[in-house]
């Protein structure tokens, strides 16, 4: 099945780095217990789908289990190395960075990554230590082995923390964000430290909280538009300048999902939409870490 004959676009991060707007995920869906169980073929397959139809920005995690999937997909695709973009993120091994960069890029069979996360602040008992951290991923952009550096789950006061002591400050903070979860004042916050952000779960409105109040007007919308309300999300992500990562194994859908690049939404749809979601709240992560209402 042929893909839209569209070219994903490519969002300049603070440290100079392109970026593409549309990524491929390899996490929550696709999440292994055991790391030691065996490849996960469907995964694969799926992957390997994904990049030949576009998809060059694959995002990955070693806490998913999934990094030798991701490695044997990208290996299966043929696609050269240059022309991709591969995310992955340290959380199981964050007392030892330098050593789980190692092991992502064995699993992965690569010599580096496109960008290296930091998946949580959660494991810090201080800013010192989230400090420390950071200090460690400076090392792996220094050694070569990721060329861009960042961050995932932080919220303003793990910012703030880190930025106090950073030479290479975060390129980028990978959260969950959709209309339902704009998290108050921080994206203003982003923009004003020249953090670029990037959205997981963009399609939780039609996926976990379909009975929200912006499920009428996504459907106008796409019918305006002649797309689902799903890319209509993505689309309301990528106007807003915010990378927006996403999955799925039907290979129509990952077709369908690359309509989002071919239309805009107009700034008074993009502003109702964030308007409608503001009335309605749904963190579908992350839950036990905060209160039930704790829209931040």
């Known amino acids: 099945m042929a893909g839209l004959d569209v070219k994903i676009p490519l969002m300049k991060m603070p440290d100079g780095f392109s970026i593409p707007m549309l990524g491929y995920g390899t996490g929550t869906a696709w999440y292994k217990k055991d790391a030691s169980s065996s490849m996960d073929k469907s995964l694969i397959e799926a992957t390997t789908k994904a990049a030949q139809l576009g998809y060059v920005h694959l995002d990955g995690a070693e806490i998913y289990n999934t990094e030798p999937e991701l490695g044997a997909a990208i290996k299966a695709s043929k696609i050269p190395r240059d022309k991709l973009f591969v995310t992955t993120k340290v959380t199981t091994n964050i007392k030892d960075i330098p050593a789980a960069i190692d092991g992502s890029l064995k699993k992965l069979g690569l010599d580096y990554v496109d960008l290296y996360l930091i998946h949580e602040p959660f494991f810090a008992q201080s ?8 200090r460690d991923m ?32 975060p390129a980028i903070n990978q959260i969950e964000y959709h209309p339902y979860l704009q998290h108050g004042d921080l994206i203003s ?48 992500c990528l106007d807003q300048d915010i990378v927006a990562i996403t999955t799925t194994s039907k290979e129509q859908r990952m077709s369908d999902y690359l309509r989002a690049l071919t239309f805009k939404l107009t700034p008074k749809e993009v502003r109702e939409i964030s308007d409608l979601g503001k009335t309605y709240h749904y963190r579908a992560f992350w839950k036990k870490k905060f209160a039930e209402n704790d829209r931040s």
Do not use: C, F
């Open 189 to 236: 916050y982003h923009l004003q430290k020249n953090i670029a952000i990037s959205a997981y779960g963009p399609l939780t409105p039609v996926t976990k909280a379909q009975d929200g109040p912006l499920t009428d007007y996504l459907d106008r919308l796409a019918h305006k538009y002649a797309v689902s309300p799903a890319e209509i999300l993505l689309r309301w």
């Open 127 to 134: 800013d010192e230590e989230l400090q420390q951290k950071w």
């Open 138 to 169: 400076e090392g792996v952009k220094k050694s070569g082995k990721a060329r861009s550096i960042g961050v995932s789950n932080y919220y303003k006061h793990h910012l703030e923390a880190t930025l106090k002591t950073a030479i290479d400050p």
